[in-house]
């Protein structure tokens, strides 16, 4: 199996989720948007666990991959690596409180942290 192309169809897959669970919301229509980010989460979390099996399993027997651009392209690709992980690691505990507060119906609170996870999430799928 092509893992980085499973995991480039899943968070393309988890990008359109999202845009299409934003749609929803601003539309007033609450429960395709709740369908909509249950889904994107399941992919964002298929997309992890197939991401950790890659560089946990794959890539000790295959080795690294190295990034042979040089210049701007290089000092790009490089500041977009960071901001994508450190971001990703801020965001997982956020997405799970977002979810649960729906879950909770606690719609205040999910309201205003979801405003600050969406955008993080939208770019931790789009730099994935």
């Not at 359109?16 to 709740?34: F, N, P, Q, S, V």
């Not at 690709?77 to 977002?98: C, E, F, G, S, W």
């Not at 649960?100 to 730099?127: C, G, M, N, Q």
Request: charged share 15%; aromatic share 14%.
């Amino acid at each position: 199996m092509d893992l980085p192309l499973l995991n480039a169809w899943l968070n393309g897959s988890s990008v359109a989720l999202l845009i299409a669970g934003i749609a929803a919301i601003k539309a007033g229509r609450r429960d395709a948007h709740a369908w909509l980010m249950r889904v994107a989460f399941v992919t964002s979390a298929a997309f992890l666990a197939s991401y950790l099996y890659y560089h946990f399993v794959v890539q000790p027997i295959s080795g690294p991959t190295p990034f042979r651009r040089e210049g701007w392209v290089k000092t790009a690709y490089y500041v977009m690596l960071i901001t994508h992980v450190v971001l990703a690691i801020v965001n997982l505990p956020m997405v799970l409180r977002v979810l649960w507060l729906a879950h909770a119906e606690r719609w205040p609170e999910h309201r205003r942290l979801a405003k600050v996870t969406f955008p993080i999430w939208l770019y931790v799928s789009v730099t994935g």
